[in-house]
T-cell receptor, first 111, second 113 residues
C-alpha cells in the first residue's frame, strides 16, 4: 500500500531521447514535488504543484516539464536528454502544514 | 536565500552509543523543519516534523530539537543500533507562499556492531 509511487525505478537511455517519469500519490495530498538528487547526494527542488499552480525552480532547464493530469499525479517529462541529467529523481507530496512523503526514486542514467 | 548545513558529514559509532546529529540554517523565518532518513538506493523516510512553534519532537529512540532563534536543530539517537545506519537529512521549510523544503547535504551514519 505505497503512499507515493514512481515508475520506472530505473531508466537507462541515450542522449537526445525524450523520456517521462510517472508519480502517483494515494494520500489525498494537495501539493506534489519533483526533486533531483545528484551524485553528491544533494537534494534540490525542481518543481512544486499545488492546486493547479505550478511553481518552477528557475535553475531547471526548460527541457524539463511537469504535467499533472489530476491532483494525485505529477509526471515529469524530459526532452533531449543530456549526460548531466543523470541523477535520481524523487517525487514527493504533502498536505498543508504536514509532513512531506517521498517516493522511492527513479534512477536515470543517460549514456 | 536559506542555506542548511549538516555537521558532521559522516559519523561512525559503536553500537549502543547515544549520538547527536546537527543541523543549522541561516534564515530563522521557518515554517517547520523535518528530519529524514535515506537508506542506500532508497527514497527518503520522514522521521520527525517540528513546527516552528515547537521546541522538540520525540519518536521512539529519536528526539529532535529546534532552536529557531539560533538557527539550529539536533537529532538525538539513543542506544544506537546497526539498523540505524543510513544518511540523515535535515530540511527546512520557509515561511511564505513558496514553502519548498531546503535540504542539508546529510550526515552519513554508520553504527558498528
Amino acid at each position: 500500500d505505497t503512499a507515493v509511487s514512481q515508475t520506472p525505478k530505473y531508466l537507462v537511455t541515450q542522449m537526445g531521447n525524450d523520456k517521462s517519469i510517472k508519480c502517483e500519490q494515494n494520500l489525498g495530498h494537495d501539493t506534489m514535488y519533483w526533486y533531483k538528487q545528484d551524485s553528491k547526494k544533494f537534494l534540490k527542488i525542481m518543481f512544486s504543484y499545488n492546486n493547479k499552480e505550478l511553481i518552477i525552480n528557475e535553475t531547471v532547464p526548460n527541457r524539463f516539464s511537469p504535467k499533472s493530469p489530476d491532483k494525485a499525479h505529477l509526471n515529469l517529462h524530459i526532452n533531449s536528454l543530456e549526460l548531466g541529467d543523470s541523477a535520481v529523481y524523487f517525487c514527493a507530496s504533502r498536505v498543508a502544514g504536514g509532513e512531506q512523503y517521498f517516493g522511492p526514486g527513479t534512477r536515470l542514467t543517460v549514456t | 536565500k536559506q542555506e542548511v548545513t549538516q555537521i558532521p558529514a559522516a559519523l561512525s559509532v559503536p553500537e549502543g552509543e547515544n549520538l547527536v546529529l546537527n543541523c543549522s540554517f541561516t534564515d530563522s523565518a521557518i515554517y517547520n523543519l523535518q528530519w529524514f532518513r535515506q537508506d542506500p538506493g532508497k527514497g527518503l523516510t520522514s522521521l520527525l516534523l517540528i513546527q516552528s512553534s515547537q521546541r522538540e519532537q520525540t519518536s521512539g529512540r529519536l528526539n529532535a530539537s529546534l532552536d529557531k532563534s539560533s538557527g539550529r536543530s539536533t537529532l538525538y539517537i539513543a542506544a544506537s543500533q546497526p539498523g540505524d545506519s543510513a544518511t540523515y537529512l535535515c530540511a527546512v521549510r520557509p515561511q511564505g507562499s513558496a514553502r519548498q523544503l531546503t535540504f542539508g547535504s546529510g550526515t552519513q551514519l554508520t553504527v558498528l556492531p
